[in-house]
Nanobody, 123 residues
Framework: VHLVESGGGSVQAGGSLKLSCQASGRAFSGYVMGWFRQPPGKERELVAY????????NYVDSVKGRFTISRDNAANTVFLQMNSLKPEDTALYYC?????????????????WGQGTQVTVSS
């Protein structure tokens, strides 16, 4: 599956952005989808992931209550709505996919990655 992210940009603290990830290929509903991010000079970290049908989602503690992951299987798209953005959310955000990640919190368990979209939050 090929993943293409969009929706990144620059915003002031407290603002919102919505990231989209368009997947090509068949059987999109057969993939667990997620978002990772890599802040400047730091390790890549999980942001959120969502189950095959979109009925279960999990988030890293730092974004709970501010970010929402969702998916539209008919449109082969996964979204990340980001509200109340903070400067520490500044990072390159990656869309990821895998058919059966053994540990969906772990980056190495995802076979497919997008090219990334930059999010910059200024104070």
């Amino acid at each position: 599956v090929h993943l293409v992210e969009s929706g990144g940009g620059s915003v002031q603290a407290g603002g919102s952005l919505k990231l989209s990830c368009q997947a090509s290929g068949r059987a999109f509903s057969g993939y667990v989808m997620g978002w990772f991010r890599q802040p400047p000079g730091k390790e890549r970290e999980l942001v959120a992931y969502i189950s095959y049908r979109g009925d279960t989602a999990n988030y890293v503690d730092s974004v709970k209550g501010r970010f929402t992951i969702s998916r539209d299987n008919a449109a082969n798209t996964v979204f990340l709505q980001m509200n109340s953005l903070k400067p520490e959310d500044t990072a390159l955000y990656y869309c990821v996919a895998d058919t059966l990640p053994r540990d969906a919190r772990r980056a190495s368990d995802y076979h497919y990655w997008g090219q990334g979209t930059q999010v910059t939050v200024s104070s």
